[in-house]
T-cell receptor
Framework: GAGVSQSPSNKVTEKGKDVELRCDPI?????LYWYRQSLGQGLEFLIY????????KSGLPSDRFSAERTGGSVSTLTIQRTQQEDSAVYLC????????????FGQGTRLTVV | AQTVTQSQPEMSVQEAETVTLSCTYD???????LFWYKQPPSRQMILVIR??????QNATENRFSVNFQKAAKSFSLKISDSQLGDAAMYFC?????????????????FGSGTQLTVLP
C-alpha cells in the first residue's frame, strides 16, 4: 500500500484478555516505531525496530507488552492480560534510513478495555 | 535521555492572523533533528516541517516557519495567515542522528502537544 496501515482501527476487549495490533509499514522502510497516545496526551514511545538490529524495547511499560517484526516488514504489538489503563490509541510509524527522514504514521488502533 | 517540552497545552488564533507555538528540548548532543507534526481529529500524524541542527538557517514551508535557537534549545513554530484547516494538535519531536550518546536507538521523542484552535 501507499501508506502505513494499521489494523484493526478500533478494538474493544474485556479486561484480562490478550490483544494483537498489527502494523504494515511502507515498503522498503527499515525503521518501525510503536507509540501509545492516551486521551489528549502526547506520544509515549514503546518500541523501535531498525533493520536487523535488536529492537529498542526501553519504552514498553510492562512485561505484558511485547512486539515483533517478521521479515523486516509487518509488526505485531501484543498486550497480554489487558488492563483498563491500557486503553489508548496505539500508533505505528515507519521511516527510511537517515536521521532527517520523515516518519510516516498510520491512523492508529483505538483500544478500549472494558 | 532527551526530553521535549511544550509548555502551551492550548492556543487559539484568529483566522488570517499569526500564531507561534513553543517547544524546548534537552540534549547533550550537538547534532540532531527536530520536527513539527500536526495531528487533526482524524488521528493522522502529518509532518509540517523539519530542521537539522547543523543548519543555522531556519526552515520554512509555505506559511509555516521555525525559529531555531540552538544555544537556547528552543524550536518554535510560526504559522502565518492561519486557516481553519490548521486547527489540530501540534507536536514537537526530537531525533538523534544515530544511536545517540547513551546508546539508545534513534527513536523520535515527542512533546505533550499543543491544541491549536482557529477562530473564524
Amino acid at each position: 500500500g501507499a501508506g502505513v496501515s494499521q489494523s484493526p482501527s478500533n478494538k474493544v476487549t474485556e479486561k484480562g484478555k490478550d490483544v494483537e495490533l498489527r502494523c504494515d509499514p511502507i515498503s522498503g522502510h527499515t525503521a518501525l516505531y510503536w507509540y501509545r497516545q492516551s486521551l489528549g496526551q502526547g506520544l509515549e514511545f514503546l518500541i523501535y525496530f531498525q533493520g536487523n538490529s535488536a529492537p529498542d524495547k526501553s519504552g514498553l511499560p510492562s512485561d505484558r507488552f511485547s512486539a515483533e517484526r517478521t521479515g523486516g516488514s509487518v509488526s505485531t504489538l501484543t498486550i497480554q492480560r489487558t488492563q483498563q489503563e491500557d486503553s489508548a490509541v496505539y500508533l505505528c510509524a515507519s521511516s527510511a534510513r537517515g536521521g532527517n527522514t520523515e516518519a510516516f504514521f498510520g491512523q492508529g488502533t483505538r483500544l478500549t478495555v472494558v | 535521555a532527551q526530553t521535549v517540552t511544550q509548555s502551551q497545552p492550548e492556543m487559539s488564533v484568529q483566522e488570517a492572523e499569526t500564531v507561534t507555538l513553543s517547544c524546548t528540548y534537552d540534549t547533550s548532543e550537538s547534532d540532531y533533528y527536530l520536527f513539527w507534526y500536526k495531528q487533526p481529529p482524524s488521528r493522522q500524524m502529518i509532518l509540517v516541517i523539519r530542521q537539522e541542527a547543523y543548519k543555522q538557517q531556519n526552515a520554512t514551508e509555505n506559511r509555516f516557519s521555525v525559529n531555531f535557537q540552538k544555544a537556547a534549545k528552543s524550536f518554535s513554530l510560526k504559522i502565518s495567515d492561519s486557516q481553519l484547516g490548521d486547527a489540530a494538535m501540534y507536536f514537537c519531536a526530537y531525533r538523534s542522528p544515530r544511536g545517540g550518546s547513551s546508546g539508545s536507538a534513534r527513536q523520535l521523542t515527542f512533546g505533550s502537544g499543543t491544541q491549536l484552535t482557529v477562530l473564524p
